[in-house]
């Protein structure tokens, strides 16, 4: 990865799909100042705003950001000459990452992580998209005249070689494993995404979020799960862009990669229909189907290309799962040291010091000033008299004391002392500048799902996140 960027073996093209405006300018002037960090020094950046009531999905909004790049320059003719351009995704209310993203007023994908780059000849910290971004710039180099298009809050790390090989108008990433041998195994690991199963002759079938019964029946010994990224030939793309340009013109409907793409491509009539899709559109993917087969018979429809059984994912879109893989760089096994290595905090990393005032064990202390006891804690930009944490996170705070375990401190500003209990969030979120009030606290728990207290008011706070979302 560290090559890819310095070499500038990366992408030539970088599109940012934003929520709005500001958040795209915000991009497009910080990207720049990160060439030669996050992404090569040469490469082309482009940040837009998703204006499309009540979103796209990803395959309207994937082809909705294309066109409005095009307008700049003419993107299917560069793809013609082979170059490589990737899409990144990150429009979207961050609803189960509340409050932290109420906290990068309203711009989930700034929410911090602990890796420093430096802008403006400073070191800051870097963003939960430009991890995502810098990881993969490795997928670029055998994909010329290729679309690429990624989630703007992944990280994986492949644990097989990821180059593109035999020509295919669709290539989805996934991981293979060994198919699950129960009901249990399948609803906890598997039913919520994407999966890819062989087909009988060649390819893959894609199924979405199918019950145990149902993948029973397919009687597979493998089974792959999406990461929900992909490329596309050129070939098809234009046609993509042709077949849907009503809708793209109109800015309407929401269509999705997986259900109104991959899966009526790799599926009957009866059994897309079976699944819930329409048969309208089914007849407009079927005509795409058979374009693609006259112009290539002999190649694979939909490739999968296998990232590796042993692949790390790391997926910082929900509020659980940010402080439960941050918490892994602490860890001993493989994937602590690799994540470590990711974000360059080895030499951060304190397995035990004792002087006055302070003890740390089995720790990460970074860019920080502290002192207390910290046990199994990573700390982050912090400015503290008297930390007394065990199994937390504290990131970009300052406070005099802070006591907390199994909890979470974001982006706060306090002199007196704050208590969480355990598996508590607290973070400070800024207010509209117009507003009498500057800033509000914001508490919830790890376990809790943003999107569903979307509308409550939760732990006494003084706001829904509904309601935060008109006054940041």
Known sequence: MKEAVKKGNGFDWVIVVSSNKEQAKFWQNRLQYLKGQVIGKNTKIFCQEEDWQDGAGQLLGTLYAFKKA?????????LGRGKKIAIYHTAGQGKRIAPLSFSEKGNKPAIKLPKLVKLNKKKVPATILETAIYSTQIFASTREGRLCVFWGDQIFIPSKEINFGEDSPVEIFSIWQKSPTTKKEWQK?????????????????????????????????LVGKSVGSFSISSVLFKELLEEFKIELNKKVGRLETDFHLWMPLTSSKKDYLKRGGGSAHFTR????????ERENPNSILIK?????????????GQLSLYQKNLIKTLSQNLEGKILRKFFELDRFFIKTKSQKNTEIKNSIVIDSQVKGKIENSLVFGVKSENLRIKNALVINSRTQDFFGQDALLYNLLESERVVLEKEEVLTEIPLNSSLKEKSVRIKTKLNRDGKKDWQKRIFKNPYSYQELEKLI
Do not use: C, H, M
């Open 70 to 78: 095009s307008q700049k320059i003419d993107l299917l003719k560069e």
């Open 189 to 221: 690991n598997w039913q919520s995404y994407g999966v890819l199963i062989p087909a009988k002759i060649r390819g893959v079938l894609q199924r979405e979020k199918i019950p145990w019964q149902e993948f029973l029946k397919f009687k597979t010994n």
């Open 285 to 292: 993917i079927e005509r795409l189907k058979r374009f693609l």
């Open 304 to 316: 999968e290309t296998d990232l590796g059984e042993k692949t790390f994912w790391w997926d910082f």
